[in-house]
């Protein structure tokens, strides 16, 4: 029957009968099965054509996010290899020992103050350079310790110097806490004149630079200020009471060293 060969098919804002009237909503009309496929086929080329520009679009986003990551791994993998042979340039250029080991002296970068010296070999200085941790070797346990794995008092490393014969390094580097298991700020507390001449009253031999010396002579003449006020002060403490006089003796020091 061409009954059978009919289907129905609701679309949108169709008039019934052919006629130009212009419904609201989808009418309901009866259509060939040729018509009917038709519809189909481009309902859906319409359905998939975004999606398939949407689709190859994200595609070709993705392969270009793919590459440049690619090529951004790459001169990065680049570089680490440059690193890693400048590493190994530098690690054959120190004189180990016969036990493959150098020593390895931790500095304060801040104060000058050495805090600790131990031992290194080839791979506890590989494993500071990466890591900015002072590493050691300890020759008793024959295996690699990282200053404040246990405590958490690590010495972050800014650099690292070797001296003229490259056989002993210094780790320079900001600590997180004391060095000395002993609560101390640095394994150096141990005074060799104390312990021949007697020790000084308030005298503290904490190994320093000339500098750190100096800032603690300035706040002593400052402690002492109020402390004797009858007698006669010290050339320091004269500069530290008259700021005027501190101020133009600054200026002169500042010529002079200037034009040293």
Same mark, same amino acid.
């Given at each position: ?11 949108? +804002? ?5 006629? +130009? ?8 009309? /009866? ?6 496929? =038709? ?10 054509? /975004?999606?398939? =520009? ?14 440049? =990551? ?40 801040? *104060? ?14 590989? *494993? ?80 320093? *630079? ?33 700021k005027e006089l501190l101020c133009s003796k600054r200026g002169g020091?500042? *010529? ?5």
């Amino acid at each position: 029957m061409e009954a059978a060969a009919l289907a129905r098919l609701s679309l949108p +804002g169709v008039g019934v009968g052919g006629g +130009g009237g212009g419904g609201g909503g989808g009418v309901a009309f /009866p259509v060939s099965r040729g018509r009917l496929l =038709a519809v189909k086929e481009k309902k859906k080329q319409q359905l998939h054509a /975004p999606i398939s =520009a949407s689709t190859s679009a994200s595609a070709s986003a993705s392969a270009s996010a793919s590459a440049s =990551a690619s090529a951004s791994a790459s001169a990065g993998n680049e570089e680490a290899l440059r690193y890693d042979s400048k590493v190994e340039t530098l690690l054959d250029s120190v004189k180990w020992d016969n036990k493959g080991l150098v020593v390895a002296i931790a500095q304060n970068v801040d *104060t000058g103050a050495i805090l600790m010296q131990g031992f290194a070999n080839r791979e506890a200085l590989a *494993t500071t350079i990466l890591s900015r941790k002072a590493t050691f070797f300890s020759r008793s346990r024959s295996s690699l310790w990282t200053k404040g794995e246990t405590s958490k008092n690590f010495i972050n490393v800014l650099d690292i110097f070797l001296d003229c014969d490259r056989d002993s390094i210094i780790y320079l580097g900001k600590p997180d806490g004391p060095t000395c298991h002993t609560g101390a700020e640095t394994c150096y507390y141990s005074s060799v004149h104390d312990q021949l001449e007697g020790p000084k009253p308030n005298q503290d031999w904490l190994a320093a *630079t000339t500098l750190q010396s100096l800032e603690a002579t300035i706040s002593r003449r400052k402690e002492e200020i109020e402390e004797a006020q009858n007698r006669k002060p010290s050339w320091t403490k004269k500069l530290l009471l008259d700021k005027e006089l501190l101020c133009s003796k600054r200026g002169g020091w500042r *010529t002079r060293s200037d034009t040293a």
